[in-house]
């Protein structure tokens, strides 16, 4: 038999295809893309290259290394300072699927604002990740937030904030809770945020980013659970839901099936697998052409 024959318990190619799927959250070498700055991002984008097929995916969103301070690697850092055209491999790698954003350190806001002109402003890139780990990792209700998430709405970036709830506290000091982005996001109403995992334990984070309207969650990162979709379409909308699929550190039947295998339409699945991203990430994607 012919593994390729085999669909993995996923709906047809065709269905999944006309989903558009556009994931919002792919991590290939996510904490560190290797000592050259892009090998190991490279490596594992082709690691999910064949989950990328089998799942139909229109783009996938990577988040880049830029040389100010969000790995530990000081040599790997300084590379990328005075190569900055090693940031743009991965994406030339695959043009035609590969969307970048980058990485921001707010706890440097001089270098993180220079990164928002260079990437941002006068770069492919189309909007920033805040980390919840690593040395760039600041909770986003730290005064620097302001001045980096101004500059950002001034460009029209997306933001995708790292979030994570957890019993008995936060797992780290870099961590930001749903709680936290939803002071920081209604502070800029204009500006839309993406709440990273919403929260992992989504049952909290969907509540603390209910009334902010300006607030997206995403789907990725934590085991299936049922009721997750569902009670995000309940609570958010379908038009406040992002799938993101985490690879390839995560499962693409775990991650597409919370979608796929919610108890929605088929209008709201296509909502959350592809329009709501494409929504906020085209008029970008314009700009930037």
Known sequence: ???ADLTYG???????KNYRIWDSYFTPAHGHPGKDGFSGVVSDMERARRAVELGQFEKLCHFAHVGIG??????LEALLRARPELVLKPLAH???KLLGMIQLNANDVPASLDALNRWLRDGPMLGVYFPGGGPGALPCSHANFPPLIGRIAELGGVIMQHTWFVTGGKPGPGI???SELADLAAKFPEQPFLCAHAGGEWERGIRAVRDVPNILVETSGFDATAGFIEMAVRELGAERVVFGSHLPTRSLGTELGKVIGAEIGEPEKRLILGENYRRLVEPVMKARA
């Open 70 to 75: 969000t790995t530990s690697d000081a040599a």
């Open 1 to 3: 038999m012919d593994l």
């Open 94 to 96: 695959w043009p035609d």
């Open 176 to 178: 930001s809770t749903p």
């Open 10 to 16: 996923l709906p047809s190619p065709e269905r999944l």
